[in-house]
């Protein structure tokens, strides 16, 4: 089904431009070409049924349903709940604080905050259609993975202590929960068609950019970045290639969109699965904007343990996926 | 009427607090608009996802931005 993609930049790449198959440019501009559109039409479709499934759900449940149970279930679950539910940087603050107020532990918040932007349906669209099933499922389960030993590392050295003082009163404090239910539970046909209409136009005009900006990188590297260059210089999986590709996917601000067709052609040019899923995971889980939001909850100090944390937790999976050869 | 739009001011607070303006425009009523930004009074109202949307002290909608047309159905 997904081969009339191919066939469409084909047609446009050597039939339209004229362009000779063995050009370097004609190759960038198929990558380009057959990549676009074909996730351009995965996402249309995708973003609006994840929607209208989700429409019901609502973050208010999902807080009224983590607190009070066990963290080991917590962290699970919450990290599972942030997988599903989509994420904006702005809502993480008034989000952090109204899970302390329902005395869920900062551990499971945060393993709420870890997964939800490394996982969500743009995500799976992208790396389903360009990196195939395989490395989804890896993705997914490293994400949900990060999401839970995170958590469960900030409750460990409890990390409650190192709050500001904006959180640390939320903590306190026993505000009533569940007074502000806004969202009707039953959603007509209609209730749903509108959401998901609306959730596929928000989402839409937030990724297109990245997706065009990340599939532009792509193609520039694989027309243009030989294959033995990557082989030679990160290919056998040096050591070192994987904390340095966490250093360096964490000054890139970018969200999965833009990140996913770049990792598919390094994946394609020989660099290995590790280093790959290293680079992707600290391009979107963490990100300076993101930090300074934080700021106003966690003191510096708090900052920088979560700082390294991310950076060894996705470090160590880059060594381990690069070890068992995957 | 008292409407308050709550958020720390992220793109889609502006555009809810448009889309208000213009509901409140455009039926004519004498409305107070409010932008609330306050972290502690977002939370007071009990909203975890911004933007949200209240009206005389109630929380309409959070997280999403409702268009004007619906805006005006929830006014009215």
Not at chain 1, 14 to 39: C, Q, W
Not at chain 1, 107 to 115: V, Y
Request: net charge neutral.
């Amino acid at each position: 089904m997904l081969s009339i993609f191919t066939r469409l930049a084909d047609w446009i790449v050597y039939s339209v431009f004229g362009m000779s198959p063995e050009s370097r440019l004609a190759d960038g501009l198929h990558f380009f070409v057959e990549d676009t559109t074909k996730i351009f039409a995965l996402l249309i479709v995708m973003i609006y049924l994840i929607a209208w499934v989700r429409a019901a759900v609502n973050i208010e449940r999902v807080r009224d349903y983590l607190s009070g149970r066990h963290r080991v279930f917590g962290y699970v679950a919450a990290a599972s709940f942030g997988a599903v539910t989509p994420f904006c940087s702005c809502s993480s603050i008034p989000l952090f604080l109204g899970f302390t107020q329902a005395r869920i532990p900062i551990g499971t918040t945060m393993s709420f905050l870890i997964t939800s932007p490394i996982i969500n349906e743009v995500a799976i669209v992208l790396l389903g259609s360009l990196l195939g099933v395989k490395f989804t499922v890896c993705y997914v389960a490293v994400g949900i993975g990060a999401g839970v030993l995170g958590g469960a590392f900030i409750d460990l050295i409890k990390a409650e202590k190192y709050l500001t003082a904006l959180a640390a009163t939320a903590h306190g404090s026993t505000v009533a929960t569940g007074h502000a239910n806004p969202d009707p539970v039953k959603m007509s046909f209609r209730d749903r068609h509108e959401f998901a209409r609306d959730e596929l136009k928000t989402i839409f005009r937030r990724v297109w950019k990245w997706v065009l900006i990340g599939v532009g990188l792509g193609a520039l590297l694989h027309g243009f970045v030989p294959e033995e260059f990557v082989v030679e210089h990160l290919g056998a999986g040096q050591w070192w290639s994987v904390p340095a590709a966490t250093l360096l996917g964490i000054p890139l601000y970018s969200n999965a969109s833009g990140v996913i067709p770049v990792a598919e052609s390094l994946l394609n040019k020989g660099l290995p699965v590790g280093t790959t899923l290293a680079f992707m995971m600290s391009t979107v889980a963490a990100s300076f904007p993101e930090f300074m939001i934080l700021k106003q909850v966690m003191k510096p100090k708090l900052l920088l343990i979560f700082f390294l944390l991310l950076l060894t937790m996705f470090t160590a999976v880059g060594w381990i996926f690069n070890l068992i050869n995957f | 009427m008292k409407i308050q739009i709550l958020g720390t001011g992220c793109p889609k607070c502006n555009q809810l607090y448009q889309n208000a303006q213009q509901a409140v425009a455009e039926l004519a009523v004498d409305a107070e608009l409010e932008k609330v930004t306050d972290l502690n009074a977002i939370m007071a109202f009990g909203v975890m996802v911004t933007p949200a949307l209240v009206i005389d002290g109630q929380v309409k909608t959070s997280g999403k931005i409702p268009s004007a047309e619906a805006i005006k159905e929830m006014i009215q």
